[in-house]
Each structure stands twice: as C-alpha cells, then as structure tokens.
C-alpha cells in the first residue's frame, strides 16, 4: 500500500482559490494512478479528478471541469489540486487516493490507498 498525506485545505469565499496538496510514500510512485475524491456531509463519496502515473492523461468530473486542475511531481512523491473559482457545493472533506495501475480512472473502487482527507469550506 501507499502512504498519502493531505494538506493544504481551509476556509475560503465563493470565487476563491485553493491548492490540496497530497504526499505519498510506500510504493514506486510514477506506477500509480492518483485521484482525488470528495465527501460533503450527508453525500456519498465522489470522484474529483484523476491522473495517470506518468501525468499525461487527466480526468475530471463534469462537476469541477474548467476549474480544477490535477497534476503531480514524480520527483517530489506529490499530487495536487488546484482549485479555481470554488463554488459553496465544492464543499466536502477532499481525499486523496493511489491505485495499483498507471491508468487514470475516476471510480473509486479502483483505488486501493487513501489519505485521511482534508476539509475544504467554501463560504458564500
């Protein structure tokens, strides 16, 4: 398994922007597809965007498309998202995620280790 530790959320406005960041340890990191997903109280637990190991491919979902971007540094161990003209609903705890495969998928079934998650308000 891997080792993931989030950070960099906090208290934002409508509009604002902010940058997770998600450090991994514990496997070969540029064999491993990362992701990010996210849980709003009361919700189920969705896909954000992912990222192939190489970092070439991304995906997103419809909900965050034109305003986050995912990207990662295979020298650094670390994936981020930046997030851009946040809305109230992109309020969740946000987690990061690894999987055992370099394709990017956005299915969280396919991911086998997980961060613990870290808050994100957006206020309006």
């Known amino acids: 398994q891997v080792q993931l530790v989030e950070s960099g959320g906090g208290l934002v406005q409508a509009g604002g922007s902010l940058r997770l960041s998600c450090a991994a340890s514990g496997r070969t990191f540029s064999t491993s597809a990362m992701g990010w997903f996210r849980q709003a109280p009361g919700r189920e637990r969705e896909a954000v965007a992912g990222?192939?190991?190489?970092?070439?491919?991304?995906k997103y979902s419809d909900a965050v498309k034109g305003r986050f971007t995912i990207s990662r540094d295979n020298a650094k161990n670390t994936v981020y998202l930046q997030m851009n003209s946040l809305k109230p609903e992109d309020t969740a705890v946000y987690y990061c995620?690894?999987?055992?495969?370099?394709?990017?998928?956005?299915?969280?079934?396919?991911?086998?280790?997980w961060g613990q998650g870290t808050q994100v308000t957006v206020s309006s």
């Open positions: 995620a690894a999987r055992k495969h370099f394709v990017a998928v956005l299915a969280n079934t396919e991911y086998d280790s």
């Open positions: 990222i192939s190991g190489s970092g070439a491919i991304t």
